[in-house]
């Protein structure tokens, strides 16, 4: 389908990112709510709420606070980003944050950010057994693994325009991740960045093998649009169409500054167009790359955009029909 003067054909579907890094305070929300009015306003995309995967350590966010600033457009998951030496929230602990409110459990395997290398000494890729209480408490308790990130096709300090500089730890993180899905058949996860198996054809055929492996198992497209255009097209709308259950839209947006929000408004309306049309985009989220647009179906994109979330998130689906939505 076509866009008319920079308008997206679907207006009346509303738009969940399920991989937002917010952040708790009352200013850098109102900038997201602006940006959802700008995006509104320039292209009728309505951006209607954002799930927070915060960063660094486990948080302290006050819920009731994000809530009142972000009239209940931010909800937020509880999170750790300290797989390689130990995650630091005890598996015990888990159940009570969710009875708190937060969604699930943000859990970042990628890459050491401070150059702690798979061969250092206490090095823990997901699969160690330190993490097993942790993944077993998940499982039991029906908590859902929020967009989980596994390895990186860029490494930590490595060149970001030059994919996969080291192919072997990737496919070491993918494989122990795997693991994981095996030891914990009813683990209910999403994983971000489509577990970064999206750069090539054959990445996407093993992909699905690993959707048809686990049904628990989901993804969702952070800061993957960018890497479109690496893949056949066709390819990736069977895929897209296929497992449609099974993927939720995301970006990997951080803070927006006001200065910024019409850039934001851009880059998210570009990923809207690779998903809902067949022109050929000047870029996704990130990157500038020129990609074709798949022309998804608008049942597809409706369980892209919120249906899924909906559906493995209850909170989610309760909190759009407070907002007005027919969910």
Sequence with gaps: METSEGLTPYPDIPRIDVHAHVGGDAETIAAYLRMREASIDKHRTDLAMWIDLGGGKVPGIDLQAVEKASEGRVLCCIYDYSTHTGLKLPPEEIPGKIEEGFLGYKIWAGPHQRRLKPHDEGYRYIDHPVHEPT?????????????????????????????????????????????????????????????????????????????????????????????????????????????????????????????????????????????????????????????????????????????????????????????????
């Design 135 to 327: 993944f077993a408490k998940m499982e039991e308790e029906g908590i859902v693994g929020a967009s989980i990130h596994i390895g990186d096709p860029n490494g930590p300090h490595g060149d970001r325009h030059k994919w996969l500089p080291d192919p072997v730890d990737f496919w070491r993180n993918i494989h122990a991740w795997r693991r994981v899905l095996d030891r914990h058949p009813n683990l209910q996860v999403i994983n971000a960045h489509m577990c970064w198996l999206c750069c090539q054809d054959a990445q996407l055929d093993y992909l699905r093998n690993m959707l048809a492996t686990f049904p628990g198992l989901s993804i969702d497209l952070a800061a993957t649009f960018q890497y479109f255009y690496l893949v056949d097209r066709e390819n990736l709308r069977e895929f897209m169409i296929d497992y449609d259950d099974r993927i939720l839209f995301g970006t990997d947006i951080s803070r927006v500054p006001d200065e910024q929000i019409g850039e934001r408004v851009q880059q998210y309306f570009q990923c809207f167009q690779i998903l809902e049309t067949d022109e050929e985009v000047p870029g996704g989220f990130f990157g500038q790359n020129p990609t074709q647009g798949l022309a998804l179906p608008q049942e597809v994109l409706e369980k892209i955009y919120w249906r899924n979330a909906a559906r493995i998130y209850p909170a989610v689906g309760e909190q759009l029909k407070s907002l007005g939505y027919a969910a």
